[in-house]
């Protein structure tokens, strides 16, 4: 079975910034993951390092690389839970 190449990052300088501030300030640790998949990934390395060196699944690395390779920046943000709010008594 061929191997899939990942799909390839490039980010513009003011992409860069706004992702390091996404890893040093308060956005949380979502956030801090999803900046630094994306900024390793413009740095050529591989889904499966990524994965390993963050200690989270090669899915997850595909999932926000893809994400931001068809968003850019918009595309990192949490969406909304479609659906009825949970009910709490």
């Known amino acids: ?3 899939r190449v990942s799909v390839p990052i490039e ?3 003011g ?3 706004e992702l390091q501030k996404l890893r040093v300030g308060d956005a949380g640790k979502r956030s801090w993951v999803r900046a630094e998949i994306v900024l390793r990934a413009a740095g050529g390395q ?3 390092s990524i994965a390993k060196e ?3 699944s090669r899915n997850t690395v ?3 690389r893809f994400r931001f ?3 850019r920046l918009v595309g990192l943000k949490t969406l909304p839970i ?3 709010p949970k009910l709490y008594a």
Do not use: F, V
């Open 69 to 71: 390779a068809r968003e």
């Open 54 to 56: 963050l200690g989270i």
């Open 82 to 84: 479609p659906g009825r």
């Open 15 to 17: 992409e860069r910034r």
């Open 11 to 13: 980010i513009t300088s």
């Open 1 to 3: 079975m061929p191997r």
């Open 62 to 64: 595909k999932h926000w």
């Open 46 to 48: 591989p889904n499966y």
